[in-house]
């Protein structure tokens, strides 16, 4: 455990991560699906239940913990959310980019985030990768649009 605590300590707080994938659905579809957040639950494996808190403002609540989260931007081709709690140990923004291409549409998620807690830098790092959250969110978005 030590080892891993100094680890994290080494690595840097703030990382850079994104993945993107076209989808054959339209920019407007995309975009619809992925601002609904309050339908989150009936296509995301990882989320239980949406409260929508305000019109930028709503919590997820998951398996383990409930995240909030604030709506900084939000346009037909980008929106852009940050975890608004400051107590969990990782904070961030993900700035979702859509795109036309071809019949379809490129949704690019990028993150911007910050690892405070030495052991969730550690995993995020080398056990989860800082990909894995957008993979996940990805591929739920990809099996509901179908």
Do not use: C
């Amino acid at each position: 455990m030590m080892r891993r605590l100094t680890i994290g300590a080494l690595l840097p707080r703030q990382h850079t991560a994104s993945r993107s994938i076209v989808l054959a659905n339209s920019p407007a579809e995309v975009y619809a699906t992925i601002t609904n957040f309050a339908a989150a639950p009936s296509w995301r494996k990882d989320v239980q239940s949406v409260q929508i808190l305000s019109p930028t403002r709503f919590r997820e609540t998951g398996k383990h913990h409930a995240i909030t989260y604030d709506v900084l931007e939000q346009t037909p081709t980008r929106l852009v959310t940050r975890i608004a709690d400051q107590n969990l140990g990782y904070s961030g923004t993900w700035t979702y980019s859509l795109t036309p291409e071809g019949q379809g549409t490129r949704l690019e998620i990028r993150e911007d985030g910050e690892v405070s807690n030495l052991l969730f830098r550690f995993a995020s790092r080398y056990v989860i990768g800082h990909t894995a959250t957008i993979d996940k969110y990805l591929a739920a978005l990809q099996a509901h649009l179908r």
